[in-house]
């Protein structure tokens, strides 16, 4: 990106939510921009042609804006959901659902009306079940592969992102992944697990990489990479659904692609921005268990 001559650098920082700022000064005065990282620092770019004017907006903003906000006290938690991963809670929570429901082979009202069985989903259309069964897991295994490898992928992606967002794209790659995975697999299949979220997950990060990269070699080695995760982790063992791994890593990447494209990745910066994510996801999540449970 740095080196496209159409391109100008017009602010960089070493942290991220600084230039997410930045780049949401240009976003209300419709000025196109992006933001990549290179050299050890985060940069901000804009056209050619906009040079100026993006220079002179960011630095009325920060004439208007010196020493506002004011630093946060050393007790202040209002930027938690956007400065500090979420994880565990949510790690807790998979935990939790899996004490309360047993286990796959011994069945129970949980696997019963969570999981994701395709002849349910589409002759009842029970839809709820794509988000349901991304939280329900055949034995401790199972779960603790899940928890492990997603809990490392979900804290480099919030931390990109914030808390509320990530965990939000995170349950929409996974629904999306099963939702598509449902559709061509056709009646007479059943499958449960976080995994489709975990691929989910891979394809963000690779989504939001490959939307800062510029040459189609860079573009393909992003690519390559996450398609080498799905291979070396996602394809193995007796009970492993492929087309779910593989779904959820292709939703994943096209929600990371247009996160960046789009520039909402911007808004991150903002608190009440990831607390209105996080509420969004937690709704979907309750709503599909309280449509599970009551059907």
């Known amino acids: 990106m740095e080196r496209d001559a159409a391109w100008r650098i017009v602010a960089q920082a070493p942290g991220q939510r600084q230039i997410l700022l930045w780049a949401l000064v240009l976003s209300a005065v419709e000025i196109g921009h992006r933001v990549v990282f290179a050299r050890h620092h985060w940069q901000l770019l804009v056209a050619i042609e906009d040079e100026a004017a993006a220079q002179q907006e960011l630095a009325a903003y920060e004439a208007e804006n010196h020493d506002w906000p004011p630093m946060p006290a050393a007790d202040d938690d209002s930027l938690f959901l956007v400065e500090r991963p979420v994880v565990i809670p949510v790690v807790g929570g998979l935990l939790a659902i899996h004490v309360l429901s047993g286990t796959w082979r011994q069945g129970g009202d949980w696997f019963t009306n969570g999981a994701a069985t395709t002849t349910s989903i589409l002759e009842q259309h029970q839809w709820w079940r794509v988000i349901t069964a991304l939280t329900l897991h055949a034995d401790v295994l199972h779960l603790l592969g899940n928890v492990v490898i997603g809990g490392v992928l979900a804290y480099f992606l919030c931390r990109l992102t914030g808390s509320g967002f990530g965990w939000l794209l995170i349950l929409l790659a996974g629904g999306l992944g099963n939702a ?15 995994s489709t979220a975990v691929f989910g997950t891979v394809g963000i990060l690779a989504g939001l990489r490959v939307a800062r990269l510029t040459s189609a070699q ?56 990831q607390v209105t994510a996080a509420v969004v996801g937690l709704m979907l999540l309750v709503g599909a268990w309280w449509l599970a449970l009551i059907n």
Do not use: I, K, Q, Y
């Not at 080695?221 to 791994?245: F, K, P, Q, W, Y």
């Open 218 to 273: 860079d573009v393909l080695v992003g690519a390559g990479g996450a398609l080498s995760l799905l291979a070396l982790l996602g394809s193995e063992g007796e009970r492993t659904d492929l087309g779910a791994h593989l779904w959820g890593l292709v939703a994943g990447f096209l929600l990371g692609l247009v996160v960046a494209r789009t520039g909402m990745l911007c808004w991150a910066v903002l608190p009440r921005w």
């Open 180 to 194: 598509v995975n449902v559709l061509l697999r056709g009646s007479g299949f059943e499958s449960v697990g976080f």
